[in-house]
């Protein structure tokens, strides 16, 4: 098990660009969950996602950032129109079907930067 | 609002000797409480967390509600224990993925 894959590891945008982050999660783990780490920050919780479904968005900004589990292949976190402050490491975890104390695996994230 | 503190952005101590890595929250209620450790090219995982009361690789942390802190311990401390450890919260129940995190202490154990 390769564990929670992210890809890309680096991406870099120019303003007004569009960023697609991939989070890929462990085998038989069917809950995401996106992280938003800022510069001198820690991890916040952005979205939390099952196949197909959008459990808790309550982390998320309320404009131009947007996430889905398709049925099929890896959860997206989109950013549209980035702005610098949208520079940040995004991280994902994956959790098999929640219960009490259930724990959530990490992936290595992925670094933004909008130059 | 909700925030963790850790103090110590570095944390420097000799093989052996004693640890405590500090964290503070706020959060108006009886938030659930985690420490989480990255050791070098490895990803974040979870130490330890106070509901389970437990002790691993024989780190231990004691929730004080008095005094809103969580801070982690190690009797003697081993190189091996070398990383980054983040304190975090979330809500209590069921939400225990809301996690906040705090900055970080860089923990180096010297030889």
């Known amino acids: 098990n390769a564990g929670v894959m992210q890809n890309p590891r680096h991406l870099v945008r120019r303003r007004g660009q569009e960023a697609r982050l991939r989070c890929s999660p462990m085998?038989?783990?069917?809950?995401v969950y996106w992280y938003r780490q800022l510069p001198e920050e820690g991890l916040k919780f952005m979205v939390y996602l099952q196949k197909e479904n959008i459990i808790d968005e309550s982390g998320m900004p309320k404009e131009r950032f947007s996430a889905e589990f398709p049925k099929e292949g890896p959860s997206i976190l989109r950013i549209q129109q980035v702005v610098r402050g949208d520079s940040a490491a995004y991280f994902c975890?994956?959790?098999?079907?929640?219960?009490?104390?259930?724990?959530?695996?990490f992936g290595q994230g992925t670094r933004l930067t909008v130059v | 609002a909700q925030r963790v503190t850790q103090p110590e952005k570095l944390l420097s101590v000799f093989k052996g000797a004693p640890v405590e890595l500090k964290c503070n929250y706020s959060y108006s209620g009886s938030p659930e409480l985690f420490w989480y450790v990255q050791y070098s090219r490895q990803r974040l995982q979870l130490l330890l967390r106070?509901?389970s009361r437990e002790s691993i690789k024989g780190f231990t942390a004691d929730l004080n509600k008095g005094e809103t802190s969580f801070h982690l311990k190690k009797p003697f401390a081993q190189e091996e224990d070398s990383a980054m450890y983040y304190c975090a919260l979330s809500p209590p129940g069921g939400s225990n993925y809301k996690l906040t995190f705090g900055k970080g202490t860089l923990l180096t154990v010297n030889p």
């Open positions: 085998k038989g783990h069917s809950h």
């Open positions: 975890a994956s959790s098999a079907p929640r219960q009490l104390n259930t724990e959530a695996f």
């Open positions: 106070h509901i």
